[in-house]
């Protein structure tokens, strides 16, 4: 049968950000495929070493729109590393808070865009409605419902009393209703399963071979959670368990996100309750002393890496930034490999991709 080459990128309706694929296909069938990046590269980590280490944090919230509170988190904890500084408990049980909410917002959008690409219209609509929730919760508390500015070197620049908390535990309640509607859908709906089932398939050996994390590794039976394995305050005082699946293919992706979405709304309400008293910030000094440092957090996409390097002025002399984007990419020639044209659309939506993050 002859090949055909079929070029689907840089501009694309599948597509939310540019990405260039070409699909070498034989009749329905993916036989082979190639990919190109660098349509949105921005130079943030060139920016980042002529700023100091305070107009960074606004930067690095810029590197992902879904993320921005974990990215300046993640380095905020790097230079507060680098400074020899502690936060305040109540600082950091703030910071989780945005992380968890963060976290439930990206998957309640990834499982929107996903249903919208598969022509799932009700389960699109559904999703995002719900996930308005998430976004009043977020602006109430920072004024921003997607960049947050919320984190400062030293703690955060926002606080809650009792009668926030207590707003926020009932927006918690209506939200978990409206999570566990998605979640029977997903593991019950036959026209979803049969379209996610079996489709962009990982196995675990591939997740190793390709350092593969978050959510996509997870679903293939890869039990890795930085929140639990390499644990920072508050998280070694909360409780939560680590969702997994050994499917491998984007059904169970989708289980994994949703439960987790599940957990991480039990985490907001532990961490309002749990939330001790004090500050929520550390004086910090301006010039940060010569070193080294890797920084690490669970993002809602799986591992994010910070390395920052300090010659002892008030600006890095490097910053470095891996993004868990970046080991998900190199997955898709094997998920897409074999697949129906049909399903194209499911793989590429399946794995969450932020070629913003990616690309930088």
Known sequence: M?????????????????????????????VESTMRLGYVHRGIERLAQERTYVQNVHLIERVCGICSHIHSTTYCQGVESLLGLTVPPRGLYLRALLCELERIHSHLLWLGVLAKNMGFETIFMYAWRDREIVLDVMED???????????IIGGVRVDLDDEHCKVILQQLDALDTQIHQLLGVVEHERSFKARTQNVGLLSQEQVWRYCTVGPVARASGVDIDLRRDIPRPPYTELGFNVITHHAGDVWARTLVRMLEAVESSRLCRQILLQLPDGPVTARAKRRVPPGEVVSRSEAPRGEVIYYIRSDGSDKPARLKIRTPTLTTLITLPDQLRGVNMADVSVVLSGVDLCIACGDR
Do not use: Y
């Open 2 to 30: 002859n090949r055909m080459t079929i070029p689907i990128g840089p501009q694309h309706p599948l597509l939310k950000e540019p990405l260039s694929f070409k699909l070498e296909v034989e009749g329905e069938r993916v």
């Open 141 to 151: 508390l920072s004024g921003g419902r997607v960049s947050h500015a919320v984190n």
